[in-house]
């Protein structure tokens, strides 16, 4: 497998935790020296993506096989630390953007130099800190670790939303900073608040730490707080920012607004369903039904809006808004299927998304276009990226042998589990809907002939994006399959955050 | 003890107007600064061993002038709570005076630079002297030492308006003054003393006979002392006086000045009337945080609105403010270790913004807004230490002002008071979109042709921007130097008297 | 005690509050910056009072110490009152200084002229 670090017995199991941060953001001072040379700049965000893709793969044994390394920075308010510890759900997370940076990096490289993009140097920057702050958030011990590295993380992507310049992308950028700085502070920090006022304690556990702590009633108010406060969840109605995001070029739109910064929201949700209040207590919240609803209409809405917009980007946009009501339901079923299916989901859609967002950019660089309906014909000009298109389609949709399916399948059952009927109906009716907005795209590109040609057959020049772009979005299309056959892997590595009673497994005989 | 050791309580005052007479004499500026500078870090160093001193003996250090033994001399009294401003104004004042040289060459005629210094040193007299002593009346004569030097401070700004904010501060400031001698005068009347401590002892056993009275004394000591510390209604004369001084008089007074009238304010509440009085008797505490509430809200809706970044930093300091005396309404624990906390957190954020501003004024020579596009790019430090210090007012983790937030949220939801929690993450939501307008300008727009040479400042000024700037980052996660601190403070202005 | 004799005894709180307000009334309601300043000398006069009558006892003398004299008026806020003057001085002076230069650089002393040609601060 992977050379680990660890075998030389020169780093210990924390210093790794640690240098996934410090790495990131190191990287960000070398990028900000030798910015007057490209290719070293680009040659240092390689190699600490490099660096960190290996970090977190050191770390996935150690946690698969029970190990828990924590690292304690320092205690800034009476029992509030600075403090990382990785379990299940973070190191899934960390594996999935530590992986994807790599990817997203080679990507990045061809997409900006090919499109002359300016101030490349800030966008590494910036790009390098956010994935510092996801890999942060990832590992946080305690919900003011994960709040801080929240807002840092909406902060240093900020500049990368407005990175344009142009009155719109300025526009984007005050949504964005706006709904996240504005969901996380009004939201957030109050429902934190609260929770050290009772439960005098931040940190995760195993159970949750509000659990027989709180009335029912103030166990409905805060978790509505919190799946409303983690504004980068997207759950309706603080969405806008996302669609908005999409101004940022096409890498950001890929590892960050389908990854890193998305996913960040969501994951913050299970880690707070699961180890701050523990799923029993939501499970049987009062407000759990009110807020399934919620997410349930979200889930069918963006379906809805995504069917009807033009803009490619912006139709992915509101399928990611769909698809992270997914992983928020799952959550908020609370069964241990349910999240486990939620946790898998995350990773399934990371991969499945980048793809299709790495396609997005790749048909504007090498053609210009960003409307669905001006891409007939597409396919015969680009058929590699278009192929990669139509099998992370079908893993967002579900299909095997794509990871999709898994993740969905135990989200369903986990529905089914707590007889929540109408939750399997609004995930059926979704899945139907997500067949209705990316096929036709994959149908277009492929079947229709393409504009001053009479038919597909005549032979026309191939033109793709350029290499890096090409390559990065295979791999990750490869990663949907990858994921299909490795999707028991992951249940296992999450299988210890819910009970270990009932072990959940994609079962063998499908 | 050393004979140095004995005398630091008095050299703390001493120090600074010797200073100011020698710096009055030069009749250079550059002759005044030297002897400013001198002067600053001495005194620095004087309130850090001044620290030390209260530190180890664990009682307040009484230092009785001219020999003349309590009550019937004045006595500087130097407790945990005094000594925290003390330290907060000593070393603001000595970093922002490196800062000051290049600032006050640009900014101020040569002939007058070496008045500027003068009334510096006079103004930092004058709050350690407030800060000091714990006399009541001597507190008047040490506030109107600070005041009327920050009056010619602010009068020497560059445009013409400094004159007349520097006037409408005198006229507001007076009254303010004479509203708190008025209420000393009560006082006296009523307990026959002048002493801080004397008259906290004598007051309970009057209060049956002249409760009333004393009760006209401490609004009028309220008020007077609000006036100074702009709270919001009183705080009209700020944003002038802020936005037409000279930089570094703006840098130094919205550090220290307000800071050590709230000092004041704490005293006359927890000290001299005790919390019973302060908070049970008559409802100030409810009083002060509706006026809080609108500071925190009102001032900084229309700091969203300013053109000129410096009253927008003026108006964001009363909208701060408001958090601070928040804080101290709240009159709990977690509460008032917030308020206490900010007033060291929001020194130096504030401290760090008006210098940016000010080495931006020294580069191109206006603050407006529009003016400012693409200023990022070109003094990328001096903006980033601004950006830092502006995360630091929206209360960001990892910077100074989420410490105070946080412990102001706490004390909010120990008072059961919703609501407060709503107006306070809802005004660090206005303050996202001041300091926003800001870098959308400084950093998204291009910078126009004029500003094609400018860059960083030099290196005296630029250092104590960004030794502020990472103090504001510093406090973020350490914070044993301020709340903890605070927190102890807090916990004996609680306990001392209920 | 009736109403007379309240205020007959206590008539000199009366005029300070007298002098208080009007000196107040005079700094808000004056547009002259002069004529403001006088406002505020008057306002801190006040003050003045509020420390002395108190102090001052009927047929009482400086505190001399001797078989001769048994009465005496409180020094302490006579001396305090020193102090506040010369800071009352000084406040003026400043104040009346900074009129002059507004005078030089604006050509008026009128708040409202000042305005119309500055715009509202």
């Given amino acids: ?49 490099t660096g960190v893709a290996w970090v977190v793969w050191s770390l996935a044994p150690i946690v698969m096989a029970g190990g828990r390394p924590q690292l304690t920075i320092f205690e800034i308010l009476p029992g509030v630390s600075f403090a990382l510890k990785v379990e299940p759900l973070g190191m899934l997370f960390a594996l999935v953007a530590g992986t994807l940076w790599l990817i997203n990096s080679i990507y990045s490289i061809g997409y900006m130099r090919c499109n002359n993009e300016p101030r490349q140097t800030s966008f590494y920057i910036c790009f390098a800190v956010a994935i510092a702050a996801t890999l942060g958030l990832a590992f946080a011990q305690n919900l003011f670790t994960l709040f801080s590295f929240y807002e ?69 108010i805060l978790l509505a707080l919190y799946v409303f406060g983690i504004g980068k969840a997207a759950i309706m109605p603080f969405h806008a920012w996302l669609p908005n995001a999409m101004v940022a070029p096409t890498p950001v739109s890929a590892l960050l607004h389908a990854v890193a910064v998305v996913k960040a929201g969501v994951f913050s949700i299970l880690k707070v369903v699961v180890y701050v209040f523990g799923i029993d207590t939501v499970a049987s919240s009062p407000a759990q039904p009110i807020l399934i609803a919620v997410a349930m209409i979200t889930l069918i809405l963006a379906s809805l809006i995504a069917l009807r917009k033009d803009n490619l980007k912006a139709r992915l946009a509101y399928s990611t808004v769909s698809q992270l009501a997914y992983i928020v339901l799952g959550a908020l079923v609370a069964t241990s299927v349910s999240v486990v299916g939620a946790g898998l989901h995350i990773a ?47 893993s967002l949709i579900g299909l095997p042998p794509l990871a999709g399916m898994w993740s969905k399948w135990l ?100 | 003890m050393s004979a140095i050791e004995l005398h630091l309580p008095a050299l703390q005052v001493v120090l600074p107007l010797i200073g100011a007479m020698l710096a009055a004499l030069t009749r250079s500026g550059r002759l005044a600064w030297a002897i400013a500078l001198v002067v600053t870090w001495v005194t620095a160093a004087n309130a850090v061993l001044l620290v030390i001193q209260v530190m180890n003996s664990g009682v307040p250090i009484s230092y009785v002038l001219g020999g003349w033994s309590v009550p019937i001399g004045i006595e500087y009294r130097v407790d945990q709570l005094n000594v925290f401003v003390i330290a907060l104004v000593a070393l603001l004042g000595a970093v922002v005076l490196p800062y000051a040289k290049r600032s006050v060459a640009h900014e101020i005629r040569p002939e007058l630079q070496y008045g500027f210094y003068t009334m510096y040193l006079l103004c930092l007299a004058g709050l350690f002297g407030m800060a000091i002593t ?95 510390l702009a709270l919001f209604p009183l705080h009209v004369w700020l944003p002038n006086a802020y936005a037409y001084a000279p930089s570094v008089a703006t840098a ?69 403010i408001g958090y601070i005396t928040l804080g101290i309404a709240l009159a709990n624990q977690a509460g008032l270790t917030g308020g206490l906390t900010h007033i060291i957190n929001h020194a130096i954020m504030k401290t760090t913004m008006f210098l940016a501003l000010g080495a931006v004024v020294y580069r191109i020579g206006t603050s407006m807004l529009p003016n400012l596009a693409g200023i990022g790019r070109k003094m990328p430090l001096t903006m980033a230490a601004f950006v830092i210090s502006g995360l630091g007012l929206v209360g960001v983790p990892g910077t100074a002002g989420f410490i105070t937030k946080w412990y102001l949220v706490l004390g909010a939801l120990e008072k059961g008071a919703w609501p407060l929690v709503a107006v306070i993450v809802a005004s660090s939501l206005i303050a996202v979109v001041y300091v926003g307008r800001v870098v959308e300008v400084a950093y998204f727009k291009s910078p126009s042709a004029e500003l094609a040479d400018v860059k960083d400042p030099p290196l005296s000024m630029l250092l104590p921007i960004l030794l502020l700037a990472a103090a504001t980052l510093y406090f973020g996660f350490d914070t044993t130097w301020s709340a903890e601190w605070c927190a102890q403070i807090a916990t004996d202005l609680l306990g001392g008297t209920s | 005690m009736s ?113 119309s040609s500055d715009g509202e601060i």
């Fill in chain 2, 252 to 320: 130094l007074l919205a550090g220290t000045a307000t800071k050590v009238a709230i000092y004041l304010l704490l005293r006359i509440f927890f000290s001299v009337f005790g919390i019973e009085i302060s908070f049970r008797t008559i409802p100030i505490g409810q009083v002060l945080i509706v006026l809080s509430v609108a500071a925190m809200i009102i001032a900084a809706v229309i700091a969203v609105f300013e053109e000129n970044t410096e009253r927008m930093l003026a108006y964001s300091s009363v909208s701060q």
């Fill in chain 1, 348 to 394: 399934t859609h990371a991969a499945g998304k980048i793809t299709l967002f790495f396609c997005a950019g790749a048909i504007y660089l090498a053609h210009r276009k960003t409307e669905v309906s001006s891409l007939n014909g597409i396919g015969r000009l680009m058929p590699y990226t278009m192929t990669a298109f139509l099998i992370a389609s079908m």
């Fill in chain 3, 3 to 115: 109403v007379i004799e309240q205020f007959v005894s206590h008539h000199n709180y009366y005029v300070t509050i007298l002098l208080m307000v009007s000196g107040l009334y005079i700094v808000i309601a004056s547009g002259n910056m002069i004529k403001k300043l006088v406002g505020l000398s008057l306002f801190q006069t006040s003050v003045y009072l509020l420390y002395l009558s108190p102090a001052k006892i009927v047929g009482g003398t400086a505190p001399i110490l001797d078989e001769k004299f048994q009465v005496y008026s409180n020094p302490l806020p006579h001396v305090l009152i020193l102090t506040a003057i010369v800071v009352g001085i000084a406040t003026i002076s400043l104040g009346l200084a900074i009129v002059v230069r507004i005078y030089e650089v604006y050509g008026t002393i009128e708040e409202d002229e000042i305005f």
């Fill in chain 1, 152 to 220: 840092i993380l909406t902060l240093s992507t900020y500049p990368l939303v407005t990175h344009k310049g142009t009155p719109a992308a300025m526009r984007a950028g005050r949504v964005y900073l706006l709904l996240l700085l504005g969901t996380s502070m009004v939201l957030l920090l109050p429902a934190i608040l609260a929770t050290y006022a009772f439960a005098g304690t931040l940190d995760f556990q195993a159970g949750g730490i509000l659990s027989g702590k709180v009335s029912a009633a103030a166990t409905g």
């Fill in chain 1, 411 to 510: 989200l369903l059952k986990g529905a089914l589990d707590a007889q929540q009927l109408m939750v399997v109906a609004a995930l059926m009716l979704s899945s139907l809907l997500s067949v209705a907005y990316l096929m036709p795209i994959v149908a277009r590109a492929f079947f229709k002939p393409l504009p001053g040609f009479s038919d597909s057959s005549t032979p026309v020049q191939r033109k793709e994006a350029p290499w890096p772009c090409v390559f990065a979005l295979l791999v990750t299309a490869l990663l949907t399959c990858v994921l299909f056959f490795a999707a028991d892997a992951i249940t296992q590595l999450l299988d210890p955050i819910v009970s270990s009673s009932n072990l959940v497994t994609v079962p063998s005989d499908v």
């Fill in chain 1, 1 to 49: 497998m992977i050379p680990s670090l660890l075998d030389s017995n020169l780093l210990t199991p924390a210093d790794l935790v640690a240098l996934a941060i410090v790495g990131p953001l190191l990287a960000a001072v070398g990028i900000a020296v030798f910015h007057r040379w490209p290719n070293l700049r680009e040659t240092i965000t390689l190699v600490a993506a």
């Fill in chain 2, 134 to 228: 714990g006399d009541a009346f001597n507190a008047f004569v040490f506030l109107e030492v600070s005041s009327l030097s920050t009056y010619v401070m602010i009068a020497l700004g560059r445009h013409r308006r400094a004159l007349l904010a520097s006037y409408q501060y005198l006229i507001m400031g007076t009254i303010g003054a004479t509203f708190y001698v008025i209420g000393i005068g009560i006082l006296y009347l009523i307990t026959g003393t002048l002493n801080f401590a004397d008259i906290a002892s004598r007051l309970p056993e009057q209060m049956d006979a002249f409760g009333r009275p004393a009760m006209v004394a401490l609004s009028f000591l309220t008020v007077g002392i609000c006036l100074k």
